[in-house]
T-cell receptor, first 117, second 116 residues
Framework: AQKITQTQPGMFVQEKEAVTLDCTYDTSDQSYGLFWYKQPSSGEMIFLIYQGSYDEQNATEGRYSLNFQKARKSANLVISASQLGDSAMYFCAMREGYGAAGNKLTFGGGTRVLVKP | NAGVTQTPKFRVLKTGQSMTLLCAQDMNHEYMYWYRQDPGMGLRLIHYSVGEGTTAKGEVPDGYNVSRLKKQNFLLGLESAAPSQTSVYFC???????????????FGPGTRLTVL
């Protein structure tokens, strides 16, 4: 079974509007972390936001917020007030275990976002 | 701080040739990782290291070897390259954290490898 599922392969969004990128995960661990990364066309991986499994509040970082629904095992990324520079591939990732286990990440297949002017 | 750097940025190999990719980080991170990204897909973990002198297999280790002789460097080797290893290779590093935002992995710019 897929550990991280991103069901939207591509999305268009109008500039200045908000967009929600879906991410569902599968784990039996009680302690885990969820990450979102942005990959622009230049190819680098840029860390956006982190949510811990024990965090009671949804994470926010500027225009990025994470809608964390633990019971549904979903961790959707919300980008508010989209900008042209937000056009990129977005990846959801999960860390299971930590410490000696190496903080390994499992990535979803990604969602491509194109912001229209 | 340079962060995570990778050498080379691009490389073309013929089937059967060998090469080594170098990753260096200046953030004093304990953990380092090698991933591959195939077209239109997410990253998959090849090997990782939780400290100097230690390495472990990830999800797709076959055909690759790694070494971590110095804390700041993590080398990925291909002994006999195959066309299936055509991919973009990313190195990443992170702190040795106890399950929190410091777990965040920081990535290098990637190496685009083509095997003919």
């Amino acid at each position: 079974a897929q550990k991280i599922t991103q069901t939207q392969p591509g999305m268009f969004v109008q500039e200045k509007e908000a967009v929600t990128l879906d991410c569902t995960y599968d784990t039996s661990d009680q302690s885990y972390g969820l990450f979102w990364y942005k990959q622009p066309s230049s190819g680098e991986m840029i860390f956006l936001i982190y949510q811990g499994s024990y965090d009671e509040q949804n994470a926010t970082e500027g225009r990025y917020s994470l809608n964390f629904q633990k019971a549904r095992k979903s961790a959707n990324l919300v980008i508010s007030a989209s900008q042209l520079g937000d056009s990129a591939m977005y990846f959801c990732a999960m860390r299971e275990g930590y410490g000696a286990a190496g903080n390994k990440l499992t990535f979803g297949g990604g969602t491509r976002v194109l912001v229209k002017p | 701080n340079a962060g995570v750097t990778q050498t080379p940025k691009f490389r073309v190999l013929k089937t059967g040739q060998s090469m080594t990719l170098l990753c260096a980080q200046d953030m004093n991170h304990e953990y380092m990782y090698w991933y591959r990204q195939d077209p239109g897909m997410g990253l998959r973990l090849i090997h990782y290291s939780v400290g100097e002198g230690t390495t472990a297999k990830g999800e797709v280790p076959d055909g690759y070897n790694v070494s971590r002789l110095k804390k700041q460097n993590f080398l990925l080797g291909l002994e006999s390259a195959a066309p299936s290893q055509t991919s973009v290779y990313f190195c990443a590093s992170s702190y040795r954290a106890a399950g929190g935002p410091l777990d965040t992995q920081y990535f290098g710019p990637g190496t685009r490898l083509t095997v003919l």
